[in-house]
């Protein structure tokens, strides 16, 4: 099972490094925000692309929050709230399927200030 205070440390620490770790090799990370919205959804397959996505997303000047999270031997979901320094802030729920202890499948849905 996935540790929420782990996936915690990872998140509001931005290592990606960590965060690529939580996913299988054959994963898919699907990403419903401003710019993907539910009918063409921004999906990103396979831990290398998984890692890529969350490099460019921990690279950027933010501050990242696990809120709340729930986890047991099949699923995880939680709730992150990111702010800018200009004070742009960004809320993700996500829910995902794991296997094995990894994540297998992830569908994180995000609202950003208008």
């Not at 990370?29 to 490099?55: C, E, F, H, Q, W």
């Amino acid at each position: 099972m996935l540790a929420i205070e782990t996936l915690k440390r990872a998140l509001e620490g931005r290592d990606n490094r960590a965060l690529s770790e939580f996913y299988a090799d054959d994963a898919t990370l699907i990403v419903m925000s401003k710019d993907s919205p539910p009918r063409s959804p921004r999906t990103i397959s396979g831990r290398t692309a998984i890692s890529a996505y969350y490099d460019e997303v921990c690279r950027r000047d933010m501050k990242h929050e696990l809120v709340a999270g729930v986890a047991d031997d099949s699923h995880l979901a939680f709730t992150e709230a990111c702010a800018y320094p200009d004070g742009t802030r960004v809320f993700c729920s996500a829910m995902a399927e794991l296997l094995e202890g990894k994540i297998k499948r992830q569908t994180n849905v995000q609202v950003w200030d208008a």
